[in-house]
Nanobody, 122 residues
Framework: VQVVESGGGLVQFGGSLRLSCAAS????????MAWYRQTPGKQRDLVAK???????IYADSVKGRFTISRDNAKNTMYLQMNSLKVEDTAVYYC?????????????????WGQGTQVTVSP
C-alpha cells in the first residue's frame, strides 16, 4: 500500500496549482484523507482534511483559497490551490487513514506520501 503525491512545482504569487494524491494497493477502505505541509525547521501542519463522506476542514491560513476534494472510486484526493502566496511555499504531504488487506487479515495504516515541493515566487 502506498500513497503518491503529484502536481507540485514553481508558481508565481497569485497563481494556482493542483495537487493530487493517489492511494494504491490492497485497500479495503480509506477513511480520512488530508494534506499537510512542512517548511525546513518547522513542524508538519495540517492544511486540509476530508472525510470519506466529504466533510472538510481547513487551516485558517488557506480558507477561501484552497479546496480539498476526493474521488473515492479512484482512491484519489486533490488540493486545488488558488491565489497562492509566498508563505504557501512548503513540501506538501498526503496522508490517508486506510484499511488494507493482506494475507494475515489486514489492518489499519496511517499512510504518508513522500511529499511534493510547492514554491511560490514573489
Amino acid at each position: 500500500v502506498q500513497v503518491v503525491e503529484s502536481g507540485g512545482g514553481l508558481v508565481q504569487f497569485g497563481g494556482s496549482l493542483r495537487l493530487s494524491c493517489a492511494a494504491s494497493g490492497r485497500i479495503s477502505k480509506i477513511r480520512d484523507m488530508a494534506w499537510y505541509r512542512q517548511t525546513p525547521g518547522k513542524q508538519r501542519d495540517l492544511v486540509a482534511k476530508i472525510s470519506s463522506d466529504g466533510r472538510t476542514i481547513y487551516a485558517d491560513s488557506v480558507k477561501g483559497r484552497f479546496t480539498i476534494s476526493r474521488d473515492n472510486a479512484k482512491n484519489t484526493m486533490y488540493l486545488q490551490m488558488n491565489s497562492l502566496k509566498v508563505e504557501d511555499t512548503a513540501v506538501y504531504y498526503c496522508n490517508a487513514d486506510l484499511v488494507y488487506i493482506d494475507g494475515l487479515g489486514g489492518g489499519v495504516l496511517d499512510a504518508w506520501g513522500q511529499g511534493t515541493q510547492v514554491t511560490v515566487s514573489p
